[in-house]
């Protein structure tokens, strides 16, 4: 994909997240993320039904590269099962960790195979799959 690409992409769905805004729904897991260096601070709700995501929503104040990151993580699960979305996170985190990963599983999350070369960065497009994962770890604890 080309930088030209990866930046519209990015753009897009920094000013246009999917998801975004949080309901009053007992029915969802919800676990904040923050970065303390700069002002990404994320709450992800995530519903599950009979071991596959429904829903994905999130709100608060982050950068373009935290928002778009969530948007876009958003939009690579909601339908997947959980042991699916287990796989791209994995993988996502693995290609921000320049370390082995599935390109075919990332889809979109491709725009940031080369985050890498801002460290200062890689927090930020981390984020949102910190606390999917930690929520996939509450429903897992709580099977």
């Known amino acids: 994909m080309d930088k030209e ?22 029915s969802y897991i919800l676990k904040n993320t923050n970065n303390e260096s700069c002002i990404d601070n994320i709450d992800m709700m995530l519903k599950a039904e009979n071991g596959v995501i429904k829903d994905i929503l999130f709100d608060g104040e982050a950068c373009a590269i935290c928002t778009s990151a969530t948007s876009i993580i958003i939009r690579n699960l909601i339908g997947k099962t959980l042991e699916e979305a287990e796989k791209i996170i994995k993988n996502y985190q693995n290609m921000i960790n320049e370390k082995e990963y599935d390109k075919e599983l990332l889809g979109e999350l491709l725009v940031y195979d080369d985050i890498y070369m801002q460290p200062n960065r890689k927090k930020c497009a981390l984020l949102p799959s910190d606390a999917v994962e930690r929520i996939l770890e509450v429903i897992r604890n709580e099977n």
């Open 5 to 26: 690409t990866k930046r519209e992409i990015i753009l897009d769905n920094y000013q246009n997240p999917m998801n975004k805004g949080l309901k009053d729904d007992k």
